[in-house]
């Protein structure tokens, strides 16, 4: 397991990275399903699972590539049930993101994942957002949910999906203002989406997509210029074009790299050649996430640190890469101001 960073990164850049204050940009509930946790709803629900301990389960995560991860994903996300198994997940993510000094997290959540097996969508909103309420009444701790949709299914699906969820808009306001898209890249490109991304913008949420993870760049260029979105999941891939790269820059556009991530999809072949120090660098709004840390081997310190340690990042850059964050997140403006302050007093004070 990927869970902490060699023993290359001196304790107090490690101390520094661990107490930093971040925000979270880029996770799926569903990737923080824990195999233990995955175990014990299955019992719960009576789920039969064909793997005998958690041991094999997590064993068998060693991923080719995306759709390899996604298969055991999807199939993982089964013995979700109840509204209470929901909020058990959430409440299990949200303090592991609380022990890394994650002060606001935007949480991607894929209902069809759930409707698909029959799960009201209801269901799906309540737990979330219940752990999500109790987390900031009880901590302080800030939050966004972004509902994605599946670029492997239809958009016609998209719509049924949007439909059903547009209803519970108002119970759910306070939480729910963003729109994503994930699954399969490849073959999915972001203009599948555009009518639906256009309603939603029509809607007024925020939107993001996840492009240039495995696809090409030109992926990257239709999520902006079709779907008009705010910031690009991942987009790591971007770096073959410099066109593209002249215009993230130019438009300050957020990337949400999740670098743990990348290396056990393959997307890299080795952390020491992840290009988020290049991006960071070349003056790019690059952020950095978790994506599916139950699945990945490490939550948000785990990423900075497997950065820091094969990049040598300068504390300088560790704390542009959080302020990035603050910066792409979709919090209002009294919050990033008081977010900005708190990063300044760390800052000034190591
Ligand atoms: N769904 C969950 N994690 C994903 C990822 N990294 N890329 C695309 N879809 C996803
Ligand atoms: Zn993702």
């Given at each position: 397991m990927i869970s902490s960073a060699p023993p290359t990164l001196p304790a107090d850049l490690r101390a520094f990275i661990e107490a930093l204050p971040k925000t979270e940009l880029h996770l799926h509930i569903e990737g923080t399903l824990e195999p233990e946790l995955l175990f014990a709803l299955a019992q719960r629900n009576k789920v039969e699972l064909p793997y005998a301990?958690?041991?094999a389960l997590r064993a068998a995560y060693a991923f080719t590539d995306l759709q390899s991860f996604l298969d055991l994903y999807y199939a993982?996300?089964?013995v979700l049930r109840t509204e209470q198994d929901f909020y058990d997940m959430t409440m299990a993510y949200i303090e592991r993101a609380?022990?890394?000094?994650?002060?606001h997290a935007e949480i991607f959540f894929d209902p069809q994942t759930h409707t698909e097996r029959g799960i009201a969508i209801d269901v799906v909103f309540a737990g979330i957002a219940r752990a999500l309420r109790e987390a900031r009444d009880r901590h302080g701790f800030s939050s966004a949910m972004i509902m994605s949709f599946l670029r492997h299914l239809s958009e016609e699906d998209a719509f049924v999906t949007l439909d059903a969820a547009l209803p519970l808009r108002d119970q759910y306001q306070d939480l729910w203002n963003g729109i994503g898209l994930d699954s399969s890249e490849r073959g999915n490109p972001p203009e599948k989406f555009a009518r639906v991304f256009a309603r939603c913008k029509e809607l007024g949420f925020h939107l993001v997509a996840h492009a240039g993870e495995e696809g090409p760049p030109e992926y990257v260029v239709s999520a902006l210029d079709v779907l008009k979105v705010e910031r690009i999941d991942h987009g790591v891939r971007s770096e073959e074009d410099p066109a593209l790269m002249q215009r993230l820059i130019r438009e300050k556009m957020p990337l949400t790299v999740c670098p743990l991530s990348n290396l056990k999809l393959c997307v890299v072949d080795d952390m020491?050649?992840?290009n988020i120090a290049r991006m960071l660098r070349a003056g790019l709004a690059v952020t950095v996430n978790s994506d599916d840390p139950a699945y990945f081997g490490g939550y948000m310190n785990?990423?900075?640190l497997a950065i820091a340690s094969a990049l040598a990042l300068t504390r300088?850059?560790?704390l542009q890469l959080a302020r990035n964050g603050i910066e792409a997140s979709f919090i209002p403006a009294a919050e990033k101001a008081r977010l900005g302050t708190e990063l300044d007093q760390y800052a000034a004070a190591h």
């Amino acid at each position: 397991m990927i869970s902490s960073a060699p023993p290359t990164l001196p304790a107090d850049l490690r101390a520094f990275i661990e107490a930093l204050p971040k925000t979270e940009l880029h996770l799926h509930i569903e990737g923080t399903l824990e195999p233990e946790l995955l175990f014990a709803l299955a019992q719960r629900n009576k789920v039969e699972l064909p793997y005998a301990s958690v041991e094999a389960l997590r064993a068998a995560y060693a991923f080719t590539d995306l759709q390899s991860f996604l298969d055991l994903y999807y199939a993982g996300a089964n013995v979700l049930r109840t509204e209470q198994d929901f909020y058990d997940m959430t409440m299990a993510y949200i303090e592991r993101a609380r022990a890394d000094n994650v002060r606001h997290a935007e949480i991607f959540f894929d209902p069809q994942t759930h409707t698909e097996r029959g799960i009201a969508i209801d269901v799906v909103f309540a737990g979330i957002a219940r752990a999500l309420r109790e987390a900031r009444d009880r901590h302080g701790f800030s939050s966004a949910m972004i509902m994605s949709f599946l670029r492997h299914l239809s958009e016609e699906d998209a719509f049924v999906t949007l439909d059903a969820a547009l209803p519970l808009r108002d119970q759910y306001q306070d939480l729910w203002n963003g729109i994503g898209l994930d699954s399969s890249e490849r073959g999915n490109p972001p203009e599948k989406f555009a009518r639906v991304f256009a309603r939603c913008k029509e809607l007024g949420f925020h939107l993001v997509a996840h492009a240039g993870e495995e696809g090409p760049p030109e992926y990257v260029v239709s999520a902006l210029d079709v779907l008009k979105v705010e910031r690009i999941d991942h987009g790591v891939r971007s770096e073959e074009d410099p066109a593209l790269m002249q215009r993230l820059i130019r438009e300050k556009m957020p990337l949400t790299v999740c670098p743990l991530s990348n290396l056990k999809l393959c997307v890299v072949d080795d952390m020491a050649n992840h290009n988020i120090a290049r991006m960071l660098r070349a003056g790019l709004a690059v952020t950095v996430n978790s994506d599916d840390p139950a699945y990945f081997g490490g939550y948000m310190n785990a990423n900075y640190l497997a950065i820091a340690s094969a990049l040598a990042l300068t504390r300088e850059e560790l704390l542009q890469l959080a302020r990035n964050g603050i910066e792409a997140s979709f919090i209002p403006a009294a919050e990033k101001a008081r977010l900005g302050t708190e990063l300044d007093q760390y800052a000034a004070a190591h």
